[in-house]
């Protein structure tokens, strides 16, 4: 059964830094892996799909990577901004037959200090 | 103006009743997925549907039931035989043709049983 590990739990950094946050899932046969934001009390926001033959997809001063073998991918945020504050989750899409399913971690939860 | 809709906001029902949640989506999307988050936890999957009149049960099932009868529709029921009913819903939807395979989610629905 696919497990999703998000470090770290919680991380608070100034305004302008940039942050790294990790992903490892422990099965790699993976489909594709999925970024998404939470802000409180919302759904969520899909930030990146990246597909399982990529090793980076970019969106704006956002970028994650992905080592599919490792079971590893990161999510790098340039140049911070309060408006950044919010729970970071990660999800890799498990192909097994004709299900489709993600498999979430438990998230990073980020507050950007103005 | 196309996405999912889940209502109502909040629902608050007394221990013993069954409640439905409702989820739509215009996106023409073939699956539709419903999850649970509890404070602190990721997303678990309690039911899936990939196609009308078809749907399987993810990790968390019991004590829940659901339909499709229509492709835009997944209404989600909370039995009271679910122990924990007390979380936030969310319903997501996802294309299963093309190569992308994002899922996309609703606002949530916050249930509260007293």
């Known amino acids: 059964k696919q497990e999703v590990t998000q470090i770290p739990a919680a991380l608070s950094v100034p305004e302008g830094e940039n942050l790294v946050l990790n992903c490892s899932f422990t099965d790699s046969a993976i489909y594709n892996l999925q970024w998404f934001r939470q802000d409180p009390g919302k759904g969520l926001t899909s930030l990146l799909l990246i597909q399982s033959s990529q090793r980076e997809q970019t969106s704006g001063r956002l970028n994650a990577s992905l080592d599919k073998s490792s079971g590893r991918s990161t999510l790098y945020i340039a140049a911070s901004q309060p408006g950044d504050s919010a729970t970071y989750l990660c999800?890799?899409?498990?192909?097994?037959?004709?299900?489709?399913?993600?498999?979430f971690g438990s998230g990073t939860q980020l507050t950007v200090l103005p | 103006d196309g996405g999912i809709t889940q209502s109502p906001k909040y629902l608050f029902r007394k221990e013993g009743q069954n409640v439905t949640l409702s989820c739509e989506q215009n996106?023409?999307?073939?699956?539709m997925y419903w999850y649970r988050q509890d404070p602190g936890q990721g997303l678990r999957l309690i039911y899936y549907s990939q196609i009308v009149n078809d749907f399987q049960k993810g990790d968390i099932a019991e004590g829940y039931s659901v339909s499709r009868e229509k492709k835009e529709s997944f209404p989600l029921t909370v039995t009271s035989a679910q122990k924990n009913p007390t979380a936030f819903y969310l319903c997501a939807s996802q294309s299963l043709t093309g190569g992308g395979h994002e899922q996309y989610f609703g606002p949530g629905t916050r249930l509260t049983v007293t």
């Open positions: 996106l023409n999307h073939d699956a």
């Open positions: 999800a890799p899409l498990k192909s097994s037959g004709s299900a489709r399913q993600l498999t």
